[in-house]
């Protein structure tokens, strides 16, 4: 029976989280079926099968992190016989407490293999009817080598399908982790008075010092007579694993943070001009059927400044004592998910026609925003765009990606006073004005290097027709 091991499907990747399985036990699967979404330390991942047959065994629950390497599913060959039938075969019920019933030939199911095929395995229990049916063929393939512990279902009644069409009932028991029961264990709490708000009706830590915080309340209660004060019903406290994107998002900006020396610059700009150019550009005939905004003209404006100032596009190798100039740009776009921060990026972004560029962001958000952002759509981004101007806000100072030298922050473009100037007369006009805030290396890059940067891209977007200049 081959086991499924969970992949490495990133580059570096050392464990992953079960998020939801897209099978059951007894499902007839083919190769490439998908059979289970995980979420990586970049995103949320559909792993399809490498093996066809029919699924013996769920060898990891969701919620549960686990190794690269770890086997996380069972497959064995379909028990569908080898012949075909003119008609669904009628439901067959198995007792798994006469020896002869475990005997079978090939192309049975799993629990009607022999004992010599399928290794030592243990006694089913009987069921309160005094029969087993389908229920028990299911409880004994999860006592199979290797098979993930599960619990002891209520029992089903008459006899049903073989390959039952619902999920098996809920157990009676509580479900929890280990560390979580001795948990309850120490604190003196029932797992049954727990509310279960983990993945499938888990009981999490939360829950228990939730419900400990509770048991506390009412021996207060009974010291002082009886008498308890009123309290709020809601949890006062919640918390949240940190896992996952989070998790890598977190170590990833510490470890930028505490290694890059950051300078920070920013300019207020009118962009008035481009306000007007995207309007034109959305009625454009080749831009009609995608979303133009003012971070297309930023994203090319970035990508021509950075012609005149290369260090922005490059890396400090610190192993190597060099910095690598990178000739292509993979642009970054810092992209807010629920969970967590995301910095997908348009690989050779400098080669695209504005047409073409526009549809890579708008196909790079809308993955962004349905979490299915690949981890090689996250790798080898070369600098970064953060675009904080649709939360309002007017800028703030970005940390640079590991591997990056520079970021630059979009602030929200506001109408505002503007002091124009028309032929030497000084006068104050509305504008649309907005923020630029660049963050770079201040280990090759020299305030005068980013300020030109910075200066570039302010001027292409306070008049899109200058970029006809670089």
């Known amino acids: 029976m081959p086991e499924y091991k969970l992949p490495d499907v990133g580059e570096g990747l050392t464990e992953a989280e079960i998020v939801a399985w897209k099978v059951k036990f007894g499902d007839v699967i083919a190769v490439n079926d998908v059979v289970v979404e995980i979420e990586t330390a970049k995103s949320l991942v559909e792993l399809p099968s490498p093996y066809a047959g029919e699924v013996t065994a769920l060898l990891v629950a969701e919620g549960e992190t686990v190794e690269v390497g770890t086997p996380i599913i069972a497959i064995g060959e379909p028990a569908v ?12 019920e198995i007792d798994l407490s006469n020896p002869a019933a475990s ?19 243990r006694r089913a229990r009987r069921g309160t009817n005094g029969g087993a049916g389908a229920a028990n063929a299911q ?41 979580v029961r001795k948990l309850a264990k120490d604190l003196g709490v029932d797992l049954a008075d727990c509310a279960a708000s983990g993945p499938n009706g888990t009981v999490t830590r939360t829950d228990v010092e939730a419900a400990a915080s509770g048991l506390a309340g009412r021996v207060a209660a009974e010291a002082r007579g009886g008498v308890s004060r009123p309290r709020e019903t809601g949890e006062r406290e919640t918390r949240e694993p940190i896992k996952g994107v989070r998790k890598m998002m977190g170590q990833a900006m510490v470890r930028s943070a505490f290694t890059i020396p950051h300078v920070t610059e920013w300019v207020s700009v009118d962009v008035t001009r481009t306000m007007e150019l995207v309007e034109r550009l959305r009625t454009h005939r080749d831009l009609r059927e995608v979303k133009v905004s003012p971070l297309l003209v930023l994203a090319k404006a970035v990508m021509l400044a950075m012609r005149r100032t290369p260090e922005i596009n490059s890396e400090w190798d610190d192993a190597a004592g060099e910095v690598v100039f990178k000739h292509y740009v993979n642009l970054g776009i810092a992209a807010a998910t629920p969970r967590g921060l995301v910095v997908p990026n348009v690989k050779d972004a400098q080669d695209l026609a504005l047409p073409d560029l526009a549809r890579a962001l708008n ?28 939360f309002g806000v007017d800028g703030g100072t970005p940390i640079i990606n590991p591997g990056e030298s520079a970021i630059l922050c979009f602030g929200a473009v506001k109408k505002q006073p503007w002091v124009v100037t028309t032929d030497g007369v000084d006068e104050i006009v509305v504008r649309q004005v907005c923020t630029l805030a660049l963050s770079f290396d201040h280990r090759h890059i020299d305030g005068e290097k980013g300020s030109r940067f910075l200066a570039d891209v302010a001027e292409i977007m306070a008049d899109p027709a200058s970029a006809l200049l670089f």
């Open 81 to 92: 016989a080898a012949a075909p039938a003119p008609a669904p075969a009628p439901a067959m």
């Open 103 to 121: 005997g079978g030939g090939e192309g049975e199911s799993l629990v009607g293999r022999n004992k010599a095929e399928r290794g030592p395995t």
């Open 139 to 179: 409880t004994q393939a999860a006592f199979e080598p290797g098979a993930a512990p599960v619990v002891e279902a209520e029992d089903p009644g008459p006899a049903v399908p073989a390959t039952p069409a619902a999920p098996a009932p809920v157990s009676e028991r509580t479900l929890a982790k280990p560390p």
């Open 363 to 390: 196909e790079l958000a809308a993955t962004a925003r349905e979490g299915r952002t690949q981890p090689a759509e996250m790798s080898g981004g070369t600098f970064t765009i953060t675009n904080v101007g649709p």
